[in-house]
């Protein structure tokens, strides 16, 4: 059950949250691989213009993500926003637009009406390395914990593998990697962390 506090949390530039929802009745978000894949997708396009995405999981009826709100100075400009609106209002906006999106897709797919995703969305201000560092652990380690899957570096659908690989991400693989000091040290560290 999330903290009372965790659903009015305020969204300000430069600050690092957790964010975590699921489905409105706790049923599947996502019932095949398209649907992960469309997920992550309309979530690059609404809200990569707004975050930097440092880690996240999609599991079955819900999802964790671990975000920080960039400087919103050239999406203002961009997107001609009301400069009345607060860095909250931007990201909060968005978000909606990400979740409406998927439900309509998702709805006509599964032949369902009616609300997708719990609202408000939950989200948990970080406000220390440490917890940074404990949510890195904890995001990926979902699909594990849940039993969805015997080893955490298994499942295709979180960004414990595209930390190493390669290519074209939405992640800020690179903050991640250097906060738990590079590629090897930061593998050794969360594999080690699910073996307690």
């Not at 201000?125 to 699909?143: E, S």
């Not at 390669?166 to 040290?185: R, Y």
Request: with cysteine; glycine share 6%; proline share 2%.
């Amino acid at each position: 059950m999330a903290i009372t506090e965790h659903y009015y949390t305020q969204f300000e530039e430069g600050r690092n949250y957790h964010i975590y929802n699921r489905s409105v009745d706790r049923k599947p978000l996502y019932c095949n691989e398209g649907n992960y894949d469309f997920f992550l997708k309309q979530y690059e396009k609404y809200l990569d213009p707004v975050l930097e995405t440092y880690s996240y999981c999609l599991l079955g009826n819900h999802f964790h993500l671990l975000i920080g709100i960039k400087n919103l100075a050239k999406f203002r400009d961009t997107e001609r926003i009301d400069i009345t609106k607060t860095t909250h209002d931007i990201v909060s906006h968005q978000f909606r637009k990400f979740f409406q999106s998927y439900s309509m897709a998702f709805n006509k797919q599964q032949n369902r009406t009616g609300t997708l995703f719990q609202t408000p969305f939950k989200r948990s201000f970080v406000d220390n390395d440490y917890y940074f560092k404990k949510l890195i652990h904890y995001i990926h380690g979902n699909p594990q914990m849940h039993g969805l899957t015997d080893d955490f570096r298994e499942w295709y659908f979180s960004s414990y593998n595209k930390m190493s690989k390669g290519g074209k991400t939405i992640l800020n693989k690179n903050a991640v990697l250097d906060f738990f000091g590079g590629k090897k040290i930061s593998t050794k560290h969360i594999r080690m962390f699910f073996r307690k």
